[in-house]
């Protein structure tokens, strides 16, 4: 389980919680001890209509805060699409990059992750967050979005990325409204079935409003129904969930062994 760590003072849910390096830090600590494996540090919001930042701010944010997980001990992941982000995090010490554009968005992304040899989530994308939902119009959702990713992946091992470096992620929230995340959730079998290791990445975002919390409550209302899928996505063997609160997560899924250790 990743949880996420916002640097950023715009991000849709905690956006300004945890943009000193200490408050990120000592949030680090709380996810770690509710449950989370890893902590996904990121500083630059992906929100629908976040506008780009600049890379030096970006990396004044989150490098003291890896830096300082990493020497605590912190398994850490670098959410980023920039390249020189991502090479200065993982000489930090970062083993994951979280990359929302899949690589896309710097071409160098891929040279440095192949050079690395550090895991990449190769997530769903079609541009940038100012932009992006207007690009959501498809015919088949979950085919059209199998069949981009596995495109994408084949792409970056011609670039040297190794498959077992791979992580894919459906990309919920980022060019699909509505329903169609839902249908992307529904589809998870056609994602599984390309042979890679799944995230699952529902944490609080917008397609969640309503569902087992008041319509128009705030993000932190979600994390029953974020910890569902959570719990769906893991019956379905998903590698890995990305959340902002881990504790519900972590309950369900304590829940899940205790049944299945007490049928053995």
């Known amino acids: 389980m990743l949880g ?3 640097v950023t003072p715009d991000s849709f849910s905690d956006g300004g919680l945890h943009d000193t390096v200490d408050a990120a830090v000592a949030h680090a600590r709380e996810l770690v001890a509710a ?7 990121g500083g630059e919001s ?10 030096a701010v970006e990396q004044d944010r989150v490098l003291p805060v890896v830096a300082e997980l990493v020497a605590e001990g912190i398994p850490v992941s670098i959410d980023t699409m920039n390249a020189t982000t991502a090479e200065r995090a993982v000489g930090l010490g970062a083993v994951l990059v979280n990359d929302v554009s899949g690589g896309l968005a710097d071409p160098d992304m891929a ?3 192949a050079d690395t040899g550090t895991g990449f989530v190769v997530m769903h ?12 119009v498809y015919t088949d959702v979950v085919e059209e ?3 981009a990713v596995e495109m994408r992946v084949a792409e970056l091992i011609v670039l040297g990325v190794r498959q077992e470096q791979v992580v894919i992620d459906p990309g919920l929230g980022f060019a ?4 169609q995340n839902w249908q992307v959730l529904a589809g998870y079998e056609r994602f599984a079935s390309i042979g890679l290791p799944v995230l699952v990445a529902a944490s609080r975002k917008r397609f969640l409003d309503g569902v087992g919390s008041p319509a128009g409550a705030p993000p932190a ?22 959340v902002h609160d881990p504790a519900p997560t972590r309950a369900v899924l304590d829940v899940r062994d205790a049944w299945r250790a007490a049928r053995s």
């Open 125 to 136: 994308w079609r541009g940038h967050s100012d932009h992006m939902q207007r690009e959501a």
């Open 111 to 113: 040279k440095v992750v």
């Open 46 to 55: 992906t929100r629908p209509g976040a506008e780009r930042v600049p890379v």
């Open 145 to 147: 979005v199998r069949r």
């Open 221 to 242: 209302e979600r994390d029953l129904a974020t910890a569902a899928i959570s719990l769906l996505a893991a019956e379905r063997g998903a590698w890995g969930v990305r």
């Open 35 to 41: 449950g989370a494996d890893m902590v996904d540090v």
């Open 176 to 179: 699909k409204q509505g329903v």
């Open 4 to 6: 996420i760590l916002n």
